[in-house]
């Protein structure tokens, strides 16, 4: 089977990425929520919410592109969401020793070519070639172009991206291809024979997933790898310093759209395949893509696609997009549009170009003469007509940087990006447990409430509808609780039970509970996402290893929202309406990862709750960081959240007040 498979599966690219049920499929008899006629598709519910949401944030996108007016609007705006960028993408490294060398190299017809191996961190080796005139040909030094790979398996050895380097250095440019993590040489997660088990898309989530809890995204080290590329070339007496491109294709389309953004060392850039926007097909249709393509609360801070494209305004900007992309090209006209715009009024209209073919989801031919055309007339005042002739490839031999093993994980010290995350979790951990030493009430309270996000005000509970044991509460526009009890709405007692499970209000251990002598008084909860509403999304995001709802997720990630912020709102909202209801004390008990949300919303609002119990295993997270394939469930992450706590610091510290019940 053609590697390109894998490519064009995992681009950024499964149209059922985030379909669980659409307007045609069936309701299930049983949801309270649909009967009542509260919630059509109580399962998309989350989504649906999402979805309005992200309506709001296109709406504020729009108000404030319109308000930049003057060149120093324009300053003001792209610094702003280039700091807010930076900080999503949580902690870089320290600039180390590159350790660069050449490991091959030889001379075709009309190019020659180095195979290079250097350090983006210690320990982290980056694989690629750099594809080179002629000296005959073109007298050097060259200005660059730095290839970045989309999702294939092959990195830097598949043929069009090859072709792209090889253009480059046929027409007296340098071009540089550089394989990603999880790709070409640089797979990480391998069986005992060192074959791939993840690889691309697969792989860049499993990253994510770990990353997250440091406050990291697999973008961080994409983006970090391409820093320290150009640091390569800027080290070469042979490559203009200041005449640095970037491009690439779907995935190399995103971070060429991140590097350009970022780094005041680009000087040119064409991205292809990726850019559209958020506010339409990408999140409502097509779904939430791999994990380095949803940054941390970017649409809260107000970046979108367009953005992307006029970070950097005016840097010569190339956008290459294809008619029947799933990366809709529609979507990615009108973020053209709104980049085009900045650019005239900076009076630079002539920098920034597009160009469509019309072509499926790939990196064109088109698109890769005229990403080379565009660098020639900015880096070399040449606009000539090129063509891409038939030049020999590099063979599986040829463009390998390792010669003497398959992986850079054979390496000396080699490093996985796990391994990193694991070393800054290792060194978050005695900072972090100096915050709980003593903690006041008032400070714990703060600490969980900012870092998971829990409203500072908690939201009133409404009682929408009832039915023989079933309450339903709304906690929020749209979002329903549905609630089962053993007692009368009207009563009043001294002391009530909360039970909340991440399998929904009948878990086995929940029925348990309802069916033992003397049980007292329970509300089984369902909050947001669990239950009748817990989204069964396509395996994009391995369910195994993220849970049934990762893409859905990615959708509160974008909106800079946690899964476990919102249930803590749902879970006090409830909790203070059952005690003004009954003036009842409560004691509350959790199942599973909904354990993870009883313990912040008994640290939030001590008042709430005489005691936690936790049922069933709750692991930290730095456990399940620690774990090559985890799992580590999405919904129940928190970005950044071992800058902070973990579950034991949580425990620990309910345990020292007198509130975790045995």
Not at 473 to 497: G, H
Not at 522 to 546: D, K, N, P, W
Not at 600 to 628: N, Y
């Amino acid at each position: 089977m053609s590697k390109f498979f894998v490519f064009a599966l995992c681009a950024g690219a499964v149209f059922c990425a985030l379909r669980v049920v659409s307007a045609d499929d069936p309701v299930p008899g049983s949801s309270i929520l649909a009967c009542k006629g509260l919630c059509e598709h109580p399962e998309a519910m989350m989504r649906t919410k999402f979805f309005s949401e992200i309506d709001d944030a296109e709406k504020e996108w729009i108000a404030n592109y319109e308000a930049i007016e003057t060149k120093e609007d324009v300053e003001a705006y792209q610094k702003a969401r280039r700091d807010a960028f930076m900080n999503a993408l949580g902690p870089f490294w320290e600039r180390a020793p590159l350790n660069a060398r050449v490991t091959g190299q030889g001379v075709k017809e009309k190019y020659r070519y180095e195979n290079v191996v250097f350090e983006s961190v210690p320990g982290v080796y980056v694989t690629g070639v750099l594809f080179l005139p002629l000296e005959e040909r073109f007298k050097g030094p060259y200005p660059a172009m730095m290839v970045v790979c989309g999702h294939s398996s092959d990195g830097k050895a598949y043929e069009r991206y090859q072709s792209l380097g090889i253009l480059a250095a046929v027409n007296g440019l340098a071009g540089f291809v550089v394989d990603p993590i999880d790709q070409g040489e640089r797979h990480q997660y391998l069986n005992d024979e060192g074959k791939p088990v993840y690889e691309t898309v697969a792989a860049h989530n499993l990253v994510q997933a770990g990353s997250i809890l440091v406050g990291r995204n697999t973008a961080t080290f994409e983006v970090w790898d391409m820093t320290r590329s150009i640091d390569y070339l800027q080290s070469r007496q042979d490559i203009v310093a200041d005449k640095i491109g970037v491009c690439g294709t779907s995935g190399g389309g995103t971070q060429t759209a991140y590097i350009m953004s970022l780094d005041d060392r680009v000087a040119l850039a064409a991205p292809s395949c990726y850019i559209c926007s958020f506010f339409n097909n990408l999140t409502k249709r097509l779904g939430p893509q791999d994990g380095e393509q949803n940054i941390f609360g970017q649409l809260a801070f107000g970046m979108d696609h367009a953005d992307y494209l006029f970070l950097r305004a005016p840097i010569p900007t190339l956008m290459c997009c294809a008619t029947r992309d799933f990366f809709n090209s529609d979507d990615g006209w009108r973020s053209y549009r709104y980049a085009a715009r900045i650019f005239s009024r900076l009076q630079y209209s002539n920098r920034i170009s597009i160009v469509e073919k019309d072509a499926e989801h790939a990196y064109s031919e088109e698109a890769r003469v005229a990403t080379i055309r565009w660098a020639l007339l900015w880096f070399a005042g040449r606009n000539d007509e090129i063509v891409e002739h038939d030049q020999p490839l590099l063979t599986e031999e040829e463009i390998r940087s390792l010669k003497d093993c398959k992986s850079v994980m054979a390496l000396p010290g080699a490093k996985t990006s796990r391994d990193l995350n694991i070393e800054l979790a290792q060194s978050l951990k005695p900072e972090r447990q100096k915050k709980w030493d003593g903690i006041t009430p008032e400070a714990a309270a703060k600490l969980v409430r900012e870092r998971a996000i829990v409203r500072s005000e908690t939201p009133e509970a409404k009682v929408v509808a009832e039915e023989g044991d079933d309450v339903v509460f709304e906690t929020d526009s749209n979002i329903y609780l549905t609630t089962r009890v053993n007692f009368k709405s009207d009563e009043k007692f001294d002391e009530m039970t909360i039970r909340v499970s991440d399998k929904g209000r009948a878990s086995e251990p929940t029925n348990a509970a309802f069916a033992a002598e003397n049980c007292g008084k329970i509300a089984a909860v369902e909050l947001r996402g669990y239950g009748e509403t817990q989204a069964v999304c396509s395996s994009y995001y391995i369910h195994a290893h993220f849970g049934t709802d990762g893409c859905d997720n990615c959708l509160a990630y974008l909106l800079g929202k946690t899964y476990v912020g919102l249930r803590v709102d749902d879970l006090l909202a409830v909790a203070n309406y059952y005690r003004e209801k009954t003036g009842a004390k409560i004691k509350l008990e959790a199942e599973g990862y909904a354990g993870t949300v009883a313990l912040i919303a008994a640290i939030a609002s001590p008042e709430s709750f005489e005691s936690v119990k936790l049922i069933g295993e709750l692991p930290t997270w730095e456990s399940q960081l620690a774990k090559p394939y985890g799992p580590i469930p999405l919904t129940n992450t928190i970005h950044g959240v071992l800058n902070d706590f973990d579950v034991d610091d949580l425990i620990g510290y309910l345990t020292k007040i007198g509130k975790i019940a045995e």
